[in-house]
C-alpha cells in the first residue's frame, strides 16, 4: 500500500531537519570555543565558520539559506584574508561587494533566489552598516575578536536553528 505525502508535509520536514542541523551545528561550535579557545589573530575564521554551517544546513533545503551562506561565506574568506594580512584591509569591502555581486547573479541565474528577494540586499547593508561603525570607532572593545572567534557561528547557528524551528512549527 502507497502513501501519498503532500508538498507541504515533505517541505516542513525539510525545514525541521536543516533547522536540527542548524541547532547541532550550534551546539557544536560553542563547544570548540568552549573547550578549545583558538587565537583569533592566528585564526581568524568566525564569519567564515558560520557561512560555512549555513552551507551545511543549506544542503537539505538550498532555497532557504543558499544565498545567506553564500554571502556569509565569502565575507568571512574576505576577512580572513583581510586579517592574515593577504589582502589590505580598506579593501575588504570592495572586495565582497564584488564577490556578494557574482553570487547573488549565480544563485538567481540557478533559480534559487527570484526577483524581489531581500535577504542579499539586507546582508549587504548590515555589513555596510558594520564596515561605516567599525570604521568610525562605535562597536564595543570586544566586538572584532567576537565576530573572528568560534562563538560568533555557535550562537548565530543556534539562533538560527531556533527561529527556523519556530517557523516551521508555525507553518
Known sequence: MSRK????????????????VLLLLGIIFLLLAWLLHPS???????VMMLGIGMAIAALLNPYRLVIASWLTTLLGIAVF?????????DQVFPAYIIAALIGIALMGRRGYIKAGAITPG????????IEALLLAGRTPNNFVPFMLSLWLPGIGLCVLGLLYVVASIRD
Open 5 to 20: 505525502f503532500s508538498g507541504h508535509a515533505v517541505t516542513r520536514a525539510k525545514n525541521l531537519y536543516q533547522a536540527y
Open 122 to 129: 539586507i546582508i549587504v547593508l548590515l555589513v555596510g552598516i
Open 40 to 46: 583569533t589573530s592566528e585564526y581568524p575564521i568566525g
Open 81 to 89: 584574508l583581510s586579517f592574515s594580512h593577504r589582502i589590505p584591509g
